[in-house]
């Protein structure tokens, strides 16, 4: 008997130090377990950081091009005023010009008393006239409705 409770004795110490083993690998694995997850946090927290600072170049860097179309946009607009104003002034130009020829054929006919051709040339002049007004105001009348359309379509 006494052999047995010496066998009984050291069974007991064997399953305490396993038991101990056991423990000392499961706190080291829990440890390791708890490395792990920091080491996951601090990828995770430097990867939202580098979102962040990700987003914030691209918001600085859409705002820069904001700006810069801006003061694009702005320069297009006065290029084409500018454009406006010197097809008005050739437009303008073109007419003068044909209406001084036409004062000049029209007192030459006075001149030569051909009151007949006159009249015809005043009668097509005033229906050349007519038609080019009537067209202008077409096609500004169809500019509108047609912008008009658009402002109602957005």
Same mark, same amino acid.
């Given at each position: ?22 423990? @000392? ?53 006065? @290029?084409?005023? @500018?454009?406006?104003? !010197? !097809? ?59 912008? @008009? ?6």
């Amino acid at each position: 008997m006494p052999n047995r409770n010496i066998e009984q004795s050291v069974n007991k110490n064997d399953n305490v130090i396993r038991d101990r083993v056991i423990l @000392q690998e499961l706190i080291q694995l829990q440890k390791e377990d708890l490395s792990v997850r920091k080491q996951k946090a601090e990828n995770e927290k430097f990867s939202i950081e580098a979102k962040a600072n990700n987003e914030k170049a691209n918001i600085e860097a859409q705002k820069d091009v904001a700006i810069v179309s801006i003061k694009t946009n702005s320069d297009i607009e006065r @290029q084409r005023i @500018q454009d406006r104003k !010197e !097809e008005r002034k050739s437009k303008n130009r073109t007419i003068i010009v044909i209406s001084v020829l036409i004062t000049i054929v029209l007192l030459v006919c006075v001149l030569l008393k051909e009151s007949e051709a006159a009249f015809e040339i005043i009668k097509y002049v005033g229906l050349v006239g007519l038609a080019y007004f009537a067209g202008f105001n077409h096609g500004k009348n169809k500019y509108i409705r047609q912008a @008009q359309k658009d402002v109602d379509e957005d």
